[in-house]
C-alpha cells in the first residue's frame, strides 16, 4: 500500500467522522457526551483501547482525533500521592479499522474492492491494538491550575448557532468528573487560529510535549498564561 493511499484513506474516514461537526468559532466547547451515553461502534471501540485513560484515577483528559495519525488522550491522573501527565496513543488509527469492519460487513463484491487500501499489518480486532504510554510526574499543586481551566470549559459547554463542514483538521474531546454532575464532556473541531479553544488546544499540545520530556514544566505555564489571558 501507498503512503498516498493511506493519507487519503486517512482524509476520507476524517471526513466520515467530522465533516458534520459544528463549528464552535473557537469560542468555547459544544456539548459531546459521546463517551458517556453513545452506541456508535466507533466511539465505543475508542472507549475500550483508551479504558485506561478514563479509569480509576484518571482526573481529566482530552481525546485527540486528528485527520492524519492515530487517536491519542492526554491527560493528568493520580497514582496513590503522585500526580502525572499521561500520552497515551494507539498504535492504529481506530477509525480506519472501523472504517474497515463496516465494508467487510456491507456485503457485496464491489464495495470488498475497496479492502485492498488497507495497511497489510492492520490488526484482526480493535482489543489487538496496543497503547504507547507516556508519563511524567508533576506537581499536584499545579495540576490545581489545569483543572480549573477544565472545570470553567465544561461548566460553559453549549451549542453553537453556525455550522460548517470541516475536513482535516484535529477533534477534541475534554472530559472530567465534576461532583455533583458526573463526567461531563464538551468538544472542539479545528479551532480558530488565535482563538480561546486555540489557546486551551495549544495547552494540550505542551501537556503532551510535557509528558514526552520535550519541555519544561515553564512551557506548561506559559500555555497556561496564554489561556488565562482575556
Not at 124 to 136: A, P
Not at 176 to 198: E, Q, Y
Not at 212 to 217: D, K
Request: net charge negative; hydrophobic share 40%.
Amino acid at each position: 500500500m501507498t503512503i498516498f493511499k493511506f493519507l487519503f484513506l486517512s482524509v476520507i474516514v476524517f471526513y466520515v467522522e467530522v465533516c458534520f461537526s459544528i463549528e464552535l468559532e473557537g469560542g468555547h466547547l459544544r456539548p459531546d457526551a459521546a463517551y458517556v451515553t453513545s452506541q456508535d461502534a466507533y466511539e465505543e471501540k475508542l472507549r475500550y483501547v483508551f479504558k485506561e485513560a478514563y479509569e480509576g484515577g484518571s482526573i481529566l483528559q482530552v481525546m485527540v482525533k486528528p485527520s492524519f495519525g492515530t487517536e491519542y488522550v492526554i491527560g493528568v491522573w493520580r497514582v496513590e500521592e503522585v500526580c502525572e501527565v499521561f500520552f497515551l496513543r494507539a498504535s492504529f488509527k481506530v477509525s480506519m479499522l472501523e472504517r474497515y469492519e463496516r465494508v467487510s460487513a456491507s456485503g457485496g463484491a464491489e464495495r470488498l474492492g475497496e479492502i485492498h487500501i488497507f495497511p497489510q499489518d492492520m490488526p484482526k480486532s480493535y482489543r489487538d491494538i496496543s497503547l504507547e504510554e507516556n508519563t511524567r510526574e508533576i506537581d499536584c499543586n499545579d495540576v490545581a491550575r489545569i483543572v480549573g481551566v477544565w472545570r470553567e470549559e465544561l461548566l460553559g459547554v453549549r451549542h453553537s448557532v453556525k455550522e460548517s463542514i470541516n475536513l482535516d483538521g484535529a477533534a477534541y474531546t475534554y472530559s472530567m468528573f465534576l461532583a455533583g454532575r458526573g463526567v461531563v464532556s464538551g468538544s472542539s473541531v479545528n479551532p480558530r487560529h488565535g482563538s480561546r479553544m486555540d489557546s486551551l488546544a495549544k495547552l494540550v499540545n505542551a501537556l503532551m510535549e510535557y509528558s514526552l520530556g520535550r519541555q519544561n514544566l515553564e512551557d506548561v505555564d506559559r500555555a497556561l498564561l496564554n489561556y488565562e489571558r482575556p
